[in-house]
């Protein structure tokens, strides 16, 4: 069902169909897709764009805005009822069988959003002095470490879709989904994996008892300040050890996250391998998540650099061997990440091929030749029919494109 609304009332989640084009407006490349970043519809209205039409069976409808906003992880904290039943929700969905895309994309949605109230509902019980329930994390875990046995590309796909408000929370959530897909990748046992999930989940509750506004500040920090902001560590840890959940694997990746390979980490400036093992790995995913995702105060960067990034600090502030082996299981080319191929087409990567890391699943969506959106075709770079490949990363704001107008659920898989 369509619907054409004012420019006013277009928002995040909702999908366009069409742009109406107004006088003196010159309508950009791409002119329909799901709204996911608010910078878009502020480009909308600063190229003179004033009504818009949206499928109503594709995104939010404007009487839905007010819901969902309520709904978000800086809304209302979810009771210990409704954490309870979303809980029981994801318990009737265990299986380790492998899973298409497309058939493991509600559940994980569904995932990520009873962790990302989880960690709301405990930070808030921290702030307030009390204890957290340490089960809702222990269940959190094992969903998480399900649907990445099933297939890792629906969650890491959702770890793209961030909300700047929710940071902290959606932080957490995707940290502990980097570094399930890691432990498993490395082939921990399954308890010690759901551990280091665990982990991910309340590595940073002790932010509860720190100045929020020492996390968003743009700007350096004074020595006092950081100080202070050390202490977060020491905090998460005394929050931790009351639960029966805790356990030595947890208690070091909280306790040992912001340490260094070259020693020049806190709170304790251990090195090399007088950090754990688990803290080593955390170390590395914790950072690579904070650079490719958006924050108050900066813009994403591509996962592309992210790894860049990381192997320019491997064997000083990381282990080097670990930053090689968390590359080579998140991909040569990550979900999510676009590239060029031989053709000239660029692409978003869609999904891995497990074994074939040159050669994933993509979506062929512009032509850097005519430098002009293309009508969006799924390839199979494993198919015999194709001969392209893949021969560079591009990054998206050489092409002002939002890679994540192209999430699966907006896709024929």
């Not at 906003?69 to 969905?93: A, C, H, W, Y």
């Not at 100080?227 to 020491?234: C, Q």
């Not at 929050?239 to 306790?255: D, T, Y």
């Not at 390839?379 to 490949?389: A, V, W």
């Amino acid at each position: 069902m369509l619907k054409t609304i004012p420019i006013s009332e277009l928002t995040t989640d909702m999908f366009i169909a069409e742009l109406i084009e107004s006088p003196g407006a010159q309508l950009p490349k791409k002119k329909r897709g799901m709204v996911r970043d608010p910078r878009i519809i502020a480009k909308f209205i600063e190229i003179g764009i004033q009504q818009v039409v949206i499928d109503l069976e594709r995104g939010l409808d404007v009487q839905d805005v007010s819901k969902t906003q309520d709904d978000r992880p800086t809304g209302k904290v979810m009771s210990n009822q409704q954490i309870e039943d979303s809980l029981q929700l994801l318990r009737q969905n265990l299986g380790t069988s492998y899973h298409e895309l497309k058939l493991e994309w509600g559940t994980a949605k569904q995932i990520f959003r009873t962790s990302i109230s989880i960690v709301n509902h405990s930070l808030e019980a921290a702030r307030h002095g009390d204890s957290i329930n340490g089960r809702y994390f222990e269940e959190a875990a094992q969903a998480i470490s399900r649907s990445i046995i099933r297939n890792k590309d629906a969650l890491t796909w959702l770890g793209k879709i961030r909300d700047q408000r929710s940071y902290l929370f959606e932080h957490s959530v995707n940290t502990s989904v980097l570094m399930g897909i890691f432990a498993n990748a490395l082939g921990l046992s399954l308890s010690e994996t759901e551990q280091c999930i665990t982990a991910g989940l309340l590595h940073d509750l002790g932010q509860a008892h720190i100045e929020e506004e020492f996390f968003q500040r743009p700007g350096p920090l004074s020595e006092s300040e950081f100080e202070t902001v050390k202490k977060h560590v020491d905090f998460g840890l005394d929050i931790i050890k009351a639960s029966p959940q805790s356990s030595e694997v947890i208690q070091n990746i909280i306790l040992q996250h912001h340490e260094r390979f070259d020693g020049t980490g806190y709170p304790a400036g251990l090195a090399g391998k007088n950090i754990s093992l688990h803290g080593r790995m955390f170390a590395i995913v914790d950072t690579y998540d904070a650079v490719t995702n958006n924050r108050n105060y900066k813009s994403a960067t591509p996962s592309s650099a992210g790894m860049r990034t990381l192997l320019e600090l491997s064997g000083k502030h990381f282990d080097q061997s670990l930053v090689h082996q968390f590359i080579k299981c998140m991909g040569v080319y990550p979900t999510g990440s676009l590239v060029k191929l031989s053709n000239g087409l660029l692409a978003v990567v869609i999904a891995q091929k497990p074994g074939h890391p040159l050669k994933p699943l993509v979506r062929t969506i512009f032509n850097s030749k005519s430098f002009a959106y293309v009508e969006p075709r799924m390839m199979d770079l494993m198919s015999p029919q194709h001969n392209e490949k893949i021969i560079s990363y591009e990054d998206p704001g050489k092409y002002d494109i939002v890679v994540n107008d192209f999430l699966p659920e907006e896709m024929s898989l």
